[in-house]
């Protein structure tokens, strides 16, 4: 359907057709100009209805600002669990990290525990229970792959002189020096204990018994240079040295009985 037929009813006359086929070109321009403002008067107020009105517009742009906006989706727990059952779950949490803790402390006091069963009371060594079986370590070391150890038994000389003339905290202070002496002059890969009394043992791996008897010569003069001191007095110790390779012995306390036989002979000749 055409553009006149949508501006005047139907059966009505068109002012082109009022005008006839045969109106002059003056009169059917005019008709046409007069077509043309009425279509573009209808447009315009068919524009004007789809547009929405300012008020609208305001209206709906204030309804959106109020609208709350949608809450996300709550979680699987949230949706699906009763509070009961999240504070359980909670609960049991806090419970496993106290647990966890408390392992943790038994782990650390089994560990202090076990430090202190291996090391002496009162020097920075090994207890000899703890020693022999750092040698019998070596022993197998030494049966397995071949290798060399040596032990070195030491014995304080003058060790009673000291604690008769100076007391018992001289003659602990003594034993500290030793032991700290001792360690000071050996690979991280030795061991050195306290066997009792005066007497302490040095565990050499990968050492043979040449290289022993060098090492306890130094360690020897490592003690007689040094001193150490008590109540303001610098005091002097020295010990006695007998060297033992490992050779097959039966036992850790069969190779250290040998160690402590070699040290006698030499304190004996120095006599």
Known sequence: MGLESNLFPAGAQTPASAAG???????????ASMQNLLAQYFADQRQAEAAPSPV??????????????PRP??????SLWPQSARDAVAHLQAEIFELRAQLERQNQLLQNAQAQADHDVLT???NRRAFLREATRAMADCK????EATLIYVDMDNFKAVNDA???AAGDAALIYVAETLNANVREGDSVG???GDEFAVLLRHADLQSARVKAMKLEAELMMGT????????KTGGSFGVRGFAGQASAEAWLSEADAAMFLVKKSSR
């Open 21 to 31: 086929d045969d109106a002059p070109p003056a009169a059917r321009a005019i008709t």
């Open 194 to 196: 306290r066997m009792g």
């Open 124 to 126: 920075p060594t090994l």
């Open 73 to 78: 989706a709550e979680s699987a727990n949230e």
């Open 144 to 147: 397995r792959y071949g290798e």
């Open 56 to 69: 609208h517009d305001h209206q709906a742009k204030l309804a959106a600002a109020l609208t709350p906006a």
């Open 166 to 168: 100076y007391g018992h």
């Open 228 to 235: 150490f001191e008590h109540n303001g007095l610098y005091l």
